[in-house]
């Protein structure tokens, strides 16, 4: 898949996903990403990408003309489709399962053209006229993009096949797409007094997953509560929850949550 991200700083791009997993996929060939600077498209000797805005008011909106011409040289650039988005405290607040939707365009190699705003905002025509969909990473306002558009290209890439090595696998996220991961423990198996929950070494998968699925759902109980308002909970579910509801009750009774060092005596 392929990320172009139209930016004022296109060093804040080239420098994050020079780094780490991103890096690897880079060079694996299984991502691409690729800054595009909006002031190559500039008309002036200044290379103005922003003005003040009709009707007055505080800040400066970034023009269209700089960003159109961006805009219509990556769509040229990509030899594919193009899935524009502008990112925005305006959008759709981004999640996991927007990740996963936009990680599936890479079947279709579909590439994304992510717009980073500045100052106060970009022109509404070309909000109108050019980008598919807006995207917000959350309700409160940064001072530019990018951040925004770096998240989404590490959210994205890490459920695109292959970019996670073995020892990492997005495939844990269907479990915990909805839940809080389970507790995790790595040596030592003693540390400051705090063991390791047995059930852990056991080498027994079907304790193991039970005990999993049992610290992500009281994680969840516990920590995002609202993600199980909607939950259809299976048999297995019921049943964890069931075996685990009066200790529950006793915790929000004495407002403990230590449930995890409590789940270490399983
Ligand atoms: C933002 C967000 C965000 C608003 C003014 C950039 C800034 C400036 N983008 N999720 N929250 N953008 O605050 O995506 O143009």
Not at 153 to 165: E, N, Q
Request: charged letters at 25%; one cysteine or more; a negative charge.
């Amino acid at each position: 898949m392929e990320f172009y991200v139209l930016t004022i700083f296109p060093e804040m791009i080239d420098a994050c996903s020079g780094i780490g997993v991103l890096k690897k996929a880079i060079e694996q060939k299984k991502i691409s990403v690729q800054a595009v600077n909006i002031r190559d498209y500039t008309f002036d000797r200044h290379k103005s990408v922003d003005d003040t805005p009709y009707g007055g008011g505080v800040g400066m909106v970034m023009k269209p003309g700089p960003l159109m011409k961006a805009i219509q040289d990556t769509q040229k650039k990509s030899d594919h489709q193009c899935k524009t988005i502008f990112l925005s405290p305006q959008g759709k607040t981004f999640n996991q399962n927007i990740a996963r939707e936009l990680a599936l365009y890479h079947e279709t190699q579909t590439d994304l053209i992510l717009i980073c705003g500045r100052y106060e905002g970009i022109d509404e025509r070309i909000c109108n006229e050019f980008i598919d969909d807006e995207l917000s990473i959350g309700d409160y306002v940064l001072t530019g993009g990018e951040l925004p558009a770096l998240i989404i290209i590490d959210a994205v890439s890490r459920l695109i096949p292959g970019v996670l090595g073995n020892d990492q696998s997005a495939d844990e996220d269907t479990f915990s797409g909805d839940l809080i991961k389970h507790a995790q423990y790595t040596r030592p198996y003693a540390f400051e007094g705090m063991t390791v929950p047995d059930v852990l070494l056991s080498g027994n998968h079907k304790d193991i997953y039970n005990w999993r699925l049992a610290s992500s759902l009281i994680k969840t109980f516990f920590k995002r509560p609202d993600l199980l308002e909607q939950r259809n909970f299976s048999v297995e579910e019921i049943n964890i929850l069931t075996h685990w509801s009066e200790y529950l009750q006793k915790i929000i009774q004495h407002g403990s949550i230590h449930c995890t060092n409590s789940l270490s005596s399983t």
